[in-house]
């Protein structure tokens, strides 16, 4: 079956780089999103990546694909106050009928001055 | 353009009762998928729909219930509440399209339950 793990926490310094890191099991070909929780609200969707992608760039953010490895991650360039959220990974896959992503636990990061 | 859009935004019931939460999809969109999220974790799926069917369920009991309308809006039912099934109701749409591909569920603010 599916199983998404991502680190609980990350702590950077404003204007630093964040990357967020994940890693999923299912070996077919898949979709892989990155999400956005801020508190008291739903989850935002950022970017997503198909499975036969190596590297998606949008603004500041960056999605890398190893898929070897199974690993994703998320790069936010130049992080702000306003990044400070839950990050979810999410994979879901693009043949067998099931199209439902499965979530990670999420990420907290937190971006200090 | 109106993304998805949940109610009510908090609700407080006792165990053993019965709650109906709502959504409307984003406009365009005409599947809708639940999930709950429990505190600290990631959503869990809970059914979704598509042409006022269930189409697909995810393991949780028959409490569990749901309904999608002519227009797309969907409602879930949950009977004889526990203090488990506290958490944020999460209801998400996409646009079905060739194959049923997974196009990205835009997901609205959630309803806050909480069980007494």
């Known amino acids: 079956g599916e199983d998404v793990e991502q680190s609980l926490f990350l702590s950077v310094r404003e204007g630093d780089s964040s990357v967020i890191n994940c890693t999923y099991t299912?070996?077919?070909?898949?979709?892989l999103y990155w999400y956005k929780q801020e508190p008291g609200a739903g989850l935002q969707l950022l970017t997503y990546i198909f499975s036969n992608m190596d590297m998606k760039q949008d603004q500041r953010l960056t999605v890398l694909l190893n898929k070897k490895d199974k690993h994703l991650s998320l790069r936010i360039a130049d992080t702000q106050t306003g990044d400070s959220a839950i990050y979810f990974c999410a994979e879901a896959p693009a043949s067998g009928g099931s199209y439902i992503p499965t979530f990670g636990r999420g990420t907290s990061l937190i971006v200090h001055p | 353009d109106a993304g998805v859009t949940q109610s009510p935004t908090h609700l407080i019931k006792t165990r053993g009762q019965q709650v109906t939460l709502r959504c409307s999809p984003k406009?365009?969109?005409?599947?809708v998928s639940w999930y709950q999220q429990a505190l600290g974790q990631g959503p869990q799926f809970i059914f979704q729909y598509y042409e006022e069917e269930e189409r697909q369920r995810g393991n949780f009991p028959d409490r569990f219930s749901g309904h999608q309308f002519p227009n797309y809006s969907s409602e879930l039912n949950v009977n004889a509440l526990l203090l488990g099934d506290s958490a944020l109701y999460l209801c998400?749409?996409?646009?079905?399209?060739?194959?049923?591909?997974?196009?990205?569920?835009?997901f609205g603010d959630g309803t806050r339950l909480s069980i007494l």
């Open positions: 998400a749409s996409s646009q079905s399209g060739w194959g049923r591909s997974n196009q990205p569920q835009h």
């Open positions: 299912d070996s077919s070909s898949t979709y």
């Open positions: 406009s365009g969109h005409d599947t």
